[in-house]
């Protein structure tokens, strides 16, 4: 009898492993794995901005004018040699920061913040979006939302590519 119970037991414990490993696993694939392919794209593409030898490079925000009608708000420039060293040195070091991944946002209308885009020579296409606290990417109507770790330093970048809009 006390074998039997013992058998009993054991297999109870193996059932409840397998059921907590499976349980693990799930969760692993469901919210890790995600989030490491978020945080691999947000990276490559920092680092397409950062470092590409480019064919163009585009700063725009269709929304930045209040009044008149929604086509005529828009500003978009092309950047300049310098304008992109400076935009480049101040993201560097947004980046050597770091960044923790936030909430994504369902945005089926599409994003409509500031926006810095890459034509690279090699042909490639990329894009990110800012806003005043955090960067994003834009994806099967979702952002990938990202806040940086050092709010001043981002707030510097972000205030700069402001005032580029602003002046053209």
């Known amino acids: 009898m006390q074998k039997t119970l013992k058998s009993k037991n054991v297999g109870v414990t193996v059932a409840g492993i397998v059921i907590l490993a499976l ?7 469901t919210i890790f794995v995600p989030r490491l392919r978020e945080n691999k794209i947000l990276r490559e593409r920092v680092e397409l901005l950062l470092t590409a030898e480019y064919e163009r490079m585009l700063l725009s925000d269709p929304l930045m004018e209040s009044q008149g009608a929604i086509a005529d708000r828009g500003v978009q420039i092309m950047l300049t040699g310098e304008e992109v060293r400076l935009l480049r ?9 770091g960044f923790t991944n936030a909430d994504n946002i369902a945005m089926i209308e599409g994003a409509w913040d500031t926006k810095w885009q890459i034509r690279t020579v090699a042909g490639e296409y990329e894009s990110l979006y800012f806003t005043e606290s955090a960067l994003y990417f834009y994806a099967d109507g979702t952002a990938f939302c990202f806040e940086p770790k050092d709010l001043t330093a981002y707030d510097v970048f972000y ?5 580029m809009l602003l002046a053209k």
């Open 159 to 163: 205030t700069c590519m402001r005032e």
């Open 23 to 29: 349980a693990l696993i799930i969760i692993f694939f």
């Open 89 to 97: 040195e101040k993201l560097v070091v947004v980046e050597e920061a």
